[in-house]
């Protein structure tokens, strides 16, 4: 083995699915995530990290560094008859895995990989895993891959399991998939630390997205904990919050959405405690997986020199799961308990969330307060929809600790991925030439985290769309007007200034259509033609 101060540092990339502003406890939560915390206190915490809005697009930027229409992902996976919205990697762009490993290092992925075409659960012969349309992790740069290749699906029984190249047959047992990406994200990191060169190890979880599942004993720690309702905990967390430093105390509260009740109109109380307890259970059980991670690292010694980052793909989800009692099994989703019991379909009040025939979502009103202070939720480029938890710890290089305030994007993550590996971006790769780095490098932050760059950032999902451009966010909903904020003084947008600041719309929203027409976004009247504005939903249900 080679001489480990010679070896460049190790990375590990984590991605939590679903997960709201202010779901881990250093971001103002009561859910116990001392991992994750531990991991904050001793690295750079950053308070204005965005992500793209929804999960595919998400993880098409944070893997490629691109806007997600330049990588082919500008909606979800399914594919809409345009190169940019194909719905999977495209040739032109480049992995941080095949960044990484043209240089050098081994390549690990375990989790969730939900940027390689869709996957119809309902007609196998529809797919071939593999295929043009459908690459799969070790496809795109991964040396080594445990997981699932389609999106959202039971925790117990996951459809599109697969390890490496080899789909896994579900077994009446059944598993904990988030415990099962923990534990093949460890034995990646063991068999990898023996080796000569230097690792990236991205661990996708599942976690918290629905449906509810969660084991009885994490549950437990959170019965009753939520009793008080969304209001108060939605009060609680943003004083946390401004207590921390994370936000600016000046910064008000957004109102409760229109679409969730006050607390005290619940209809059913009880059982929507239950659902927020185990939401909680489920971002509980991540961090306890993660501290095995960390736990590992320290144990084979490499723990200094490990580049580890962990943030959310979007807002949280306001989606409601609906209920169907006459359909035995989501299979649009994923496989029901082998062990003969029935599916039991959506949010149905009289059952308890958790188990492995359920199928539940924690809804809008809890979503609300998991994206506390901010408006809207996944899917939205208002902040509810587009801020995540951003951590980033290198301890060999770890210079001042602290609370970064500069706006980035996790575009920025795959450049931050190939400055700590001194590599090289390439501009071919398997005989196509490369769309070039969209992302800049984090890494100066470590030296001075007041640093502060002024270039805009765009977002588009569904119509919604968004600029940011130093103290300034153009949003618009989609078929809605553009809102203008000054996010110095109004992050919770607050104060639409646009009716006075004509100018300045008309100079943002004219460095928004320069950049769809360079990236290839379409209106989304034009690449649905379905759409409705009349029938624009927060939440939106899912049957």
């Not at 904990?225 to 921390?244: I, V």
């Not at 929203?509 to 976004?521: F, K, L, N, P």
Request: aromatic residues 10%.
């Amino acid at each position: 083995m080679s001489d480990p101060q010679n070896r460049r540092p190790n990375i590990v990339l984590i991605l939590a699915d679903d997960m709201g502003f202010s779901d881990i406890g250093c971001y103002g939560s009561e859910i116990s995530t001392p991992n994750l915390d531990g991991l904050a206190d001793n690295g750079l915490q950053f308070s204005q990290m965005y992500n793209s809005a929804r999960c595919c697009p998400s993880r098409a930027s944070l893997l490629t560094g691109l806007n997600p229409h330049q990588a082919g992902v500008g909606h979800m996976v399914e594919d809409l008859g345009d190169p940019a919205y194909q719905g999977y990697l495209n040739q032109t762009s480049v992995t941080i895995a095949e960044s990484l490993r043209a240089n050098g290092y081994t390549t690990l992925m375990s989790g969730k990989w939900h940027v390689g075409g869709g996957y119809n659960l309902l007609n196998s012969d529809s797919w071939t895993r593999g295929d043009a349309t459908h690459p799969t992790p070790t496809q795109r740069g991964f040396d080594r891959f445990f997981g699932i290749v389609s999106g959202a699906g039971s925790y117990y029984y996951p459809l599109t399991l697969m390890r490496d190249n080899r789909l896994i047959p579900l077994e009446a047992e059944g598993m904990y998939l988030t415990d099962a990406i923990s534990d093949n994200a460890v034995s990646m990191i063991e068999d990898a630390a023996a080796n000569d060169a230097p690792f990236f190890l991205h661990v996708a979880y599942t976690a918290p997205h629905w449906p509810l599942h969660a084991l009885e004993e994490d549950i437990a720690r959170y019965e009753g904990k939520y009793d008080a309702g969304w209001d108060a905990l939605r009060t609680g967390r943003h004083e946390e919050l401004k207590g921390k430093g994370v936000l600016d105390s000046k910064w008000d509260i957004s109102p409760r959405d229109d679409d969730a009740p006050p607390w005290n109109d619940a209809q059913n109380p009880d059982w929507e405690s239950l659902r927020m307890a185990t939401y909680s259970a489920q971002i509980d059980r991540m961090d306890q997986g993660i501290g095995r991670v960390l736990a590992k690292l320290r144990e084979l010694g490499v723990e200094q020199d490990t580049m580890v980052m962990f943030l959310s793909d979007n807002g949280g989800c306001a989606e409601f799961l609906a209920e169907d009692s006459n359909r035995p099994t989501p299979s649009r989703y994923s496989a029901p308990p082998l062990d003969g019991r029935p599916m039991q379909m959506g949010n149905i009040t009289d059952l308890r969330p958790g188990p492995a025939d359920t199928f539940m979502s924690y809804d809008l009103p809890w979503a609300n307060a998991s994206n506390t202070p901010f408006r809207r939720f996944k899917r939205w480029t208002h902040e509810g929809g587009i801020s995540t938890p951003f951590i980033m710890s290198w301890p060999a290089k770890q210079g001042e600790t602290g609370i970064v305030h500069a706006p980035v994007h996790l575009i920025d993550v795959a450049a931050t991925c190939l400055d700590v590996a001194s590599g090289v971006y390439p501009t071919e790769m398997n005989g196509h030439e490369t769309t070039p780095l969209e992302g800049e490098s984090l890494l100066p932050v470590m030296a001075d985290h007041s640093w502060r760059r002024d270039r805009p950032i765009f977002w588009e999902h569904e119509g919604s769309r968004a600029v940011r451009m130093g103290q300034w966010k153009l949003v618009a909903e989609v078929g809605g007007d553009w809102e203008l904020y000054d996010m110095d003084e109004d992050r919770t947008e607050l104060n639409n200034l646009a009716g006075n600041e004509q100018t300045r719309v008309r100079d943002m929203s004219r460095m928004y259509d320069e950049w769809a027409g360079r990236c290839g976004v379409l209106p989304w009247g034009v690449i649905n033609p379905a759409w409705n504005p009349r029938l624009i939903g927060h939440g939106g249900h899912i049957v």
